[in-house]
T-cell receptor
Framework: DTEVTQTPKHLVMGMTNKKSLKCEQHMGHRAMYWYKQKAKKPPELMFVYSYEKLSINESVPSRFSPECPNSSLLNLHLHALQPEDSALYLC????????????????FGPGTRLTVL | GQQVMQIPQYQHVQEGEDFTTYCNSSTTLSNIQWYKQRPGGHPVFLIQLVKSGEVKKQKRLTFQFGEAKKNSSLHITATQTTDVGTYFCAGRTGTASKLTFGTGTRLQVTL
């Protein structure tokens, strides 16, 4: 299984809502990532988890809260978002070496298209 | 912070013509990866280059990593309509976990 799955595919939420994005992979990868992608722009890294520990937070606002419950799952909890947070949210995974450093290719999920009203 | 620029931003070619996108980093890279994103899709890994001056080929695609490990290129020979999409380079510095994506080149191919 070389697939990363993400749910939901689409999400519309108000600025006062709380919602969660989910990501799952069964490739045995120990590095998982959240990216944000605006239209016609490259993916921007938000968070990196390595061996279920948060290793990178790219100064993301606290209204985005990541969680890695186990080696296969990655969540992104959303609360009090702003309209400018509307974007495609991509999850990715990759192998990580014994030192915990990601390497090799990243496998991306199809993304969740988020609209904040 | 690290910046990775790609040129051109957009290119429109006729099927059968060649295409090249160039990637330039503001810092020396430990390795560089290339991804393709089809319209409405997600990035898909194409290749990774690690060594200075490395050249790799995949059918009609040729990838090159510069001698100084600060630039890279992707050349497509005889484009096909299936090559349509945005091509991103993505670089990693040192042993960093972070992959920084280039600005991307959008390729349009018409018959």
């Amino acid at each position: 299984d070389t697939e990363v799955t993400q749910t939901p595919k689409h999400l519309v939420m108000g600025m006062t809502n709380k919602k969660s994005l989910k990501c799952e992979q069964h490739m045995g990868h120990r590095a998982m990532y959240w990216y944000k992608q605006k239209a016609k722009k490259p993916p921007e890294l938000m968070f990196v988890y390595s061996y279920e520990k948060l290793s990178i937070n790219e100064s993301v606002p606290s209204r985005f809260s990541p969680e890695c419950p186990n080696s296969s799952l990655l969540n992104l909890h959303l609360h009090a978002l702003q309209p400018e947070d509307s974007a495609l949210y991509l999850c990715a995974s990759s192998q990580a070496n014994l030192g915990g450093l990601p390497y090799n290719e990243q496998f991306f999920g199809p993304g969740t298209r988020l609209t904040v009203l | 912070g690290q910046q990775v620029m790609q040129i051109p931003q957009y290119q429109h070619v006729q099927e059968g013509e060649d295409f090249t996108t160039y990637c330039n980093s503001s810092t020396t890279l430990s390795n560089i990866q290339w991804y393709k994103q089809r319209p409405g899709g997600h990035p898909v890994f194409l290749i990774q280059l690690v060594k200075s001056g490395e050249v790799k080929k995949q059918k009609r695609l040729t990838f090159q990593f510069g001698e100084a490990k600060k630039n890279s290129s992707l050349h497509i020979t005889a484009t096909q309509t299936t090559d349509v999409g945005t091509y991103f380079c993505a670089g990693r510095t040192g042993t960093a976990s972070k992959l920084t994506f280039g600005t991307g080149t959008r390729l349009q191919v018409t018959l």
